[in-house]
């Protein structure tokens, strides 16, 4: 059987419980070797293929949702049932609507699997979800469709008939099983709006190798192999500390690279080669995390972009991921923020105050130009990396004087508000925006935003710069998502540059980062 026939042959499986996206990807000819729960056992035989899962979740309105992820089995025709998860790992499902995380690889025997199990242990669960005023509120109350409390819920996906997922040595293919958070969990808000949250899971499996999200690698340099442009990682996905030498790996990955491919490395920007070059010069087991698509027809991993050294996430420095809400001089107030210690440890703080100076190093992603903190502005999804302060009434504050700041690709939800642009194409798309960065509209403070306060970004009007995006199909009160970077502080209108426009009347996947 070929590539494409075996790709074919997975077709759609049957709806049981559930809800997140889990891509398995078989592969023994995709550059990945298997760790074999750990023990280190790599390529394939007559008798096994490799298995490599993936992750990733649909879109919802948490702000956080963090569970442990004890177990992914396969079982066979026969009922043999197969562990693909060395060990348990930490999960924010929330974290992965527009991207897939590569998970693990195992050898499995050669065969027919007709199921697929996860069991997700809500023990020590860490969840947010927003409040009538989309301020963050951790859930402590997590019940059955019955009101019983959670511990455990292990999940299913039936693989029947032609959809049956056939194991062999040198055959890639690609199933998903998609947790939807919205779908799988109703929340509820009491008379002191204390929130609980009823979690009956939905688990769709389905192959989708020609519309794939982007995928994301993360774990230790094992080694780089510069004549080839390529580098091996050992994964070690989510939460999992990259710099302990002694933790068991996930597997290996081979990540192939070219010359339109962008590193940050140690803070430093590289394209190409010279990336490769700069990578070969960190010490073994510096933390890496690559960005970029599983090809199926080539059977190869491809990075667009490569952040190593301390531009990782639990590397040297405090990390913060979230959203700029308001900006002051070079003072940001962050929103949904994810704390990543240097010493690995992990934390949601639904506010964070961030400190910019001339200093800060900024990058944008997909980006290889020289960039300044000028251009941060309100809306931007951001990483910055610094040393973090709990002050003693826990408010927290990131110091990134000497760190590093990225602007990661950012997102407005809403509606089209006029139609005029379609024809005058110097006229900008005006949305009625209701979401950035999946919250609430009204949490932003665009004060500074314009060139002068009667400029100031207004969200009911908010201005798009389409540039040679194809707006053909966009009519006035359309729902629509836009993904791109709000404009430099002080420099609107136009509020925001887009990079792709989604119509969400349309029910589709979203686009893919490049």
């Not at 230790?220 to 030498?245: C, G, T, W």
């Not at 590093?404 to 642009?421: D, L, W």
């Amino acid at each position: 059987m070929n590539i494409l026939a075996a790709i074919r042959a997975l077709g759609l499986g049957r709806i049981t419980k559930t809800g997140a996206l889990f891509a398995f990807l078989l592969a023994s000819s995709i550059g990945l070797s298997a760790c074999g729960g750990g023990g280190g056992t790599t390529a394939t035989t007559g008798d096994s293929g490799d298995v490599f899962v993936a992750l990733t979740d649909a879109r919802g309105d948490f702000a956080s949702y963090t569970v442990d992820v004890m177990s992914l089995s396969l079982t066979t025709a026969n009922g043999t049932v197969v562990e693909t998860l060395p060990i348990s790992t930490r999960v924010d499902f929330a974290q992965y609507t527009d991207m897939t995380e590569f998970l693990t690889i195992a050898t499995i025997p050669k065969g027919i699997y007709v199921q697929g199990s996860i069991t997700l242990d809500y023990s020590n669960a860490d969840i947010w979800v927003e409040d009538a005023n989309g301020n963050a509120i951790q859930v402590s109350n997590i019940v059955d469709g019955n009101g019983n409390p959670v511990s455990q819920i292990e999940m299913t996906v039936q693989l029947d008939g032609q959809n049956q997922l056939r194991i062999a040595p040198g055959i890639p293919a690609h199933l998903t099983m998609d947790f939807d958070l919205k779908a799988s969990n109703t929340v509820t808000f009491d008379a002191q709006d204390v929130p609980t949250i009823s979690v009956q899971p939905f688990l769709l499996a389905a192959v989708d190798a020609t519309n794939q999200k982007t995928h994301r690698v993360r774990g230790p340099l094992k080694q780089v192999i510069a004549e080839s442009d390529k580098f091996q990682l050992y994964i070690r996905p989510f939460r999992h500390r990259m710099s302990n030498p002694n933790a068991r790996s996930f597997g290996v990955l081979t990540v192939k690279t070219d010359a339109q491919t962008l590193f940050e490395v140690d803070g430093v920007k590289y394209q190409g080669s010279a990336g490769i070059d700069a990578m070969a010069l960190l010490p073994a087991r510096s933390a890496v995390i690559a960005q970029g698509k599983v090809h199926i027809n080539l059977a190869h991993f491809k990075a667009n972009i490569v952040y190593a050294g301390s531009s990782v996430s639990g590397g040297n420095m405090d990390v913060v991921h979230g959203s700029v809400i308001a900006r002051t001089g070079n003072t940001l107030s962050m929103r949904g923020a994810t704390l990543i210690r240097a010493d690995g440890t992990v934390s949601f703080n639904d506010t964070v105050r961030v400190t910019l100076a001339d200093s800060t190093i900024v990058s944008k992603q997909l980006d290889s130009a020289d960039h300044t903190i000028s251009e941060i502005s309100v809306g931007q999804r951001l990483t910055v990396f610094g040393v973090a302060v709990m002050d003693a009434s826990n408010a927290l504050s990131l110091d990134a004087s000497n760190g590093y700041a990225r602007m990661v690709i950012s997102s407005v939800n809403g509606h089209v508000s006029g139609s005029a642009f379609l024809t005058d194409s110097t006229l900008p798309l005006v949305m009625n925006a209701s979401l950035i960065n999946g919250r609430n509209v009204s949490l932003y403070d665009f004060t500074g935003t314009g060139i002068d306060s009667a400029n100031d970004a207004n969200p009911a009007s908010y201005e798009i710069t389409t540039g040679t995006l194809d707006v053909s199909g966009l009519t006035d009160l359309l729902a629509v998502s836009v993904r791109g970077f709000p404009t430099a502080f002080g420099s609107a209108p136009n509020d925001f540059v887009a990079q792709t426009i989604i119509n969400r009347s349309q029910p589709q996947a979203l686009p893919q980062t490049p």
